[in-house]
T-cell receptor, first 112, second 113 residues
Framework: DQQVKQNSPSLSVQEGRISILNCDYT??????FLWYKKYPAEGPTFLIS?????DKNEDGRFTVFLNKSAKHLSLHIVPSQPGDSAVYFC???????????FGTGTLLAVQP | KAGVTQTPRYLIKTRGQQVTLSCSPI?????VSWYQQTPGQGLQFLFE???????NKGNFPGRFSGRQFSNSRSEMNVSTLELGDSALYLC????????????FGPGTRLTVL
């Protein structure tokens, strides 16, 4: 049972344009959502998070949007840079725990 | 501020052996979680510790165990290794037992031959 889904395995974007990565979830008990960037054979790097009481959180070039009614969140990267090329994971947690349920990841390639 | 450290970074074992992996969280962080990453199953939760107590456990066999010490450092142990245990084992550190930020270490790459 995949509670967190990233339906796009890959995404290619031109440098300077917007990258939009999407994530859907099924468990309405999730109350925190996090995005991570990951390179092969390294640990995930925390990017940004959002609480379920908000619908938007912004940090520099990264903005996360949460649509609770649709059980959907997205990560916007503007402007995209070649160094952003990596696998991006969304993750969710719910209740009094730090346990994260991860999506399957989206490989972002930013073309110069 | 130093990040999360994991030792060793690489490990090669044979089937039937056991292994212990170590994680030192960020200074001041009291929660440590462990994850397994494999190509087939993605990132899967193993266990979570806070103040030396296991708060949550993932769906893994009893061969996988862990503990946390009073200085928040954590170890995980896998006994009777199987080929399928080959994976990247990741440790995540956070301040409390419900944190909106969790920071991962570089991982330990375990290969079982």
């Amino acid at each position: 049972d995949q509670q967190v889904k990233q339906n796009s395995p890959s995404l290619s974007v031109q440098e300077g344009r917007i990258s939009i990565l999407n994530c859907d979830y099924t468990n309405s008990m999730f109350d925190y959502f996090l995005w991570y960037k990951k390179y092969p054979a390294e640990g995930p790097t925390f990017l940004i998070s959002i609480s379920s009481i908000k619908d938007k959180n912004e940090d520099g070039r990264f903005t996360v949007f949460l649509n609770k009614s649709a059980k959907h969140l997205s990560l916007h990267i503007v402007p995209s840079q070649p160094g952003d090329s990596a696998v991006y994971f969304c993750a969710a947690s719910g209740g009094a725990t730090n346990k994260l349920i991860f999506g399957t990841g989206t490989l972002l390639a930013v073309q110069p | 501020k130093a990040g999360v450290t994991q030792t060793p970074r690489y490990l090669i074992k044979t089937r039937g052996q056991q292994v212990t992996l170590s994680c030192s969280p960020i200074s001041g962080h009291r929660s440590v979680s462990w994850y397994q990453q494999t190509p087939g199953q993605g990132l899967q939760f193993l266990f979570e510790y806070f103040s030396e107590t296991q708060r949550n456990k993932g769906n893994f066999p009893g061969r996988f165990s862990g503990r946390q010490f009073s200085n928040s450092r954590s170890e995980m142990n896998v006994s009777t290794l199987e080929l399928g245990d080959s994976a990247l084992y990741l440790c995540a550190s956070s301040l409390g037992y419900k944190s909106n930020e969790q920071f991962f270490g570089p991982g330990t790459r375990l290969t079982v031959l």
